[in-house]
């Protein structure tokens, strides 16, 4: 039964109680405000198809055909608007508008209504593309997505799914088999954080700025992509915005990394192959044109021969550019490595219960907030002297 695999290393994917045969399985939500199984041994049969399906307990491939090494790419959307209000280089909305085009079902994740949460949601237009394009840094809510996605599978309908590399694995495990109608899209992940903090951090916002959200845009670019701004719109027509030096969620998720879901420090999937016909990330670590650093690049790690195909049918939409796995992975060490988690874990959910979140983060970075407002004043001016001497 799924509940041996241990609280550490459960992801959240909520595929065990998908596959349940007689819904037996629901879920709690710990004091992290993650997801996690629970079983009802009364109505449990023992079928063992929660753990079959299990991404925590065997990573699930689509097939055999998977490459040992992706083949890389620097890519970024044609379409300047649509790169600009993507997260990386808008590799994703070029890959889901072709599939769309050719009459494809694209699964993703969307905010909730409140933009307090996230779930996964199917969609054949574009108006859902707009809906799922952008990331959202937390967990994204997957409860039936899995048994909705075979239906269509099951019905002859093309899908691209999108989601973490152990969303993607459970998908796979809980299908069963090889569709060829089946297509699947994964990105680099840092790790997943907390749907609790995100709310406490959204919840603290509207409690400033005395007004409900009605948009909220992570990794906003109006400052630039490498810039990793929060944009925060409210219904009352104020804006908050926020970056890397001042922002307590982007300090939180990438500077502390405080609020990661724990099974993130042993990831499975941080290796080659990788699971998904295509992966997606930031492309780091390149010399980058200033064009590139206000819109964003992507890396494109294909995968596998469908992951070939989507990106040929996409190439209408891109610039695309052959690169190299050891760029790619200079610039990106969270392709292969797992991220560390912060030992004042504890200490922070307990007090987000009673403070507001921006207090328990800017509290607990302490000295680190200097050594970082430190280290950008120097990259920035080194960057101001290159410009220069480059003129
Ligand atoms: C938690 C998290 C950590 C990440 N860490 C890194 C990193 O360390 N390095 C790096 O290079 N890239 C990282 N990424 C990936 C990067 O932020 C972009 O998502 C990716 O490059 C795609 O960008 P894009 O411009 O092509 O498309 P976008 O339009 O920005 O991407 C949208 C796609 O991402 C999916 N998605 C968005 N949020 C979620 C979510 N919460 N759960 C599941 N799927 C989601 C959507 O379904 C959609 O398919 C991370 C993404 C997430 C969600």
Same mark, same amino acid.
């Given at each position: 039964m799924i509940d041996k695999v241990s609280k550490l290393d459960? $992801?959240? &994917?909520?595929a065990c109680g998908d596959i349940c045969p007689v819904n037996a399985i629901t879920y709690e939500l710990d004091k992290e405000g993650f997801w996690f199984p629970r079983i009802n041994g009364d109505i449990c $049969?023992? &079928?063992g198809l929660c753990e079959k399906t299990c991404p925590a307990l065997e990573c699930h491939y689509?097939?055999?055909?998977?490459?040992?090494?992706p083949k890389v790419y620097k890519v970024y959307n044609k379409d300047k608007d649509i790169r600009y209000n993507?997260?990386?280089?808008a590799l994703y909305y070029g890959l889901a508008d072709a599939f769309l085009k050719d009459s494809g079902y694209i699964v993703g994740c969307v905010y909730d209504d409140d933009w307090k949460g996230a779930h996964h949601f199917i969609s054949n237009n574009h108006d859902g593309l707009k809906k799922i394009m952008r990331t959202k840094y937390f967990q994204s809510d997957t409860e039936g997505i899995y048994k909705q996605v075979k239906k269509l599978l099951d019905n002859g309908k093309k899908v691209l799914f999108c989601g973490t590399p152990c969303q993607v694995s459970a998908l796979y495990g809980y299908v069963g088999k090889e569709y060829p109608n089946l297509y699947s899209a994964d990105f680099i992940c840092l790790g997943i954080n907390s749907p609790l903090a995100f709310r406490s951090f959204i919840e603290e916002l509207e409690k400033t700025y005395k007004s409900e959200v009605q948009e909220v845009h992570l990794k906003?670019?109006?400052?630039?992509?490498?810039?990793?701004g929060t944009m925060v719109r409210f219904k009352n027509g104020k804006v908050y915005y926020g970056n890397r030096i001042t922002d307590s969620w982007v300090n939180s998720f990438v500077s502390l990394r405080i609020h990661i879901r724990q099974s993130c420090e042993n990831c499975?999937?941080?290796?080659?192959?990788?699971?998904?016909d295509i992966s997606m990330g930031d492309f780091w670590g390149l010399n980058f044109t200033k064009e590139e650093e206000k819109y964003g690049v992507s890396v494109a790690m294909v995968n596998s021969p469908k992951g070939d195909l989507l990106l040929k049918n996409a190439s209408e939409n891109l610039i695309i550019e052959t690169r190299t796995i050891q760029e790619a992975t200079r610039g990106n060490p969270r392709i292969l490595n797992c991220v560390k988690l912060n030992p004042r874990r504890a200490e922070f959910f307990e007090r987000l219960s009673k403070e507001p979140f921006s207090q328990v983060v800017w509290s607990i970075e302490g000295s680190n907030k200097a050594k970082r407002i430190y280290a950008s004043v120097k990259s920035s001016a080194k960057k101001f002297i290159k410009n220069i001497i480059g003129k």
């Open positions: 459960c $992801v959240g &994917c909520k $049969v023992r &079928c689509a097939s055999h055909e998977n490459y040992e090494e993507s997260t990386s280089g906003n670019k109006s400052r630039g992509w490498t810039n990793l499975k999937y941080k290796t080659f192959p990788r699971i998904a």
